[in-house]
């Protein structure tokens, strides 16, 4: 019985087989990440659908539909913005802007990085104008004219 136990702990371990991985369905996870309202992540993976997969028609032309979709947006976003520089609501021009830049392709960055220019710029303007202004009227306060100082 001891001779048995010695042959099999001196045979080898049998090579140990990797289990059989399915491969990735990158539509299938395109059209979940989708159905929960990620579209970012959904133009992710559906660049990752391989030419050869049943898929790729129908991963192509969701890309263009979801390409579009996002290009209307964003000129939505960017009219938003104009609006808001015009109306003098220059920080909610800044924050749209600045959300703006991190989506916009390389085409259009150039166009919303100078609107966010200008935005930021007026904001700074409007800053320099209130600290003056703070400061005449702290000036008057302590003249004894608090009628003028308001």
């Known amino acids: 019985m001891g001779v ?26 395109a059209q979940q990440s989708l159905a929960n309202g990620n579209v970012i992540d959904t133009v992710l993976l559906l660049h990752c659908v391989s030419d050869s997969s049943p898929d790729f028609p129908k991963a192509k032309s969701m890309l263009v539909q979801l390409v579009a979709k996002s290009d209307k947006l964003l000129n939505k976003l960017i009219a938003r913005s104009d609006d ?19 989506r916009v392709g390389a085409d259009r960055k150039p166009e919303v990085d100078k609107k966010l220019q200008v935005a ?23 003249g004894g004219d608090a009628r003028e100082a308001l």
Do not use: H, M, W
């Open 120 to 142: 930021r710029e007026r904001l700074a303007a409007i800053k320099v104008e209130f600290e003056d202004k703070l400061k005449r009227g702290k000036e008057r306060l302590r």
């Open 4 to 29: 048995v136990f010695l042959a099999a702990c001196a045979a080898p371990p049998p090579p140990l087989q990797p289990a059989a991985v399915a491969p990735r369905n990158y539509f299938a996870e």
């Open 84 to 102: 808001a520089l015009g109306d003098g609501l220059y920080l909610k021009s800044v924050v749209i802007l600045s959300d703006v830049q991190t």
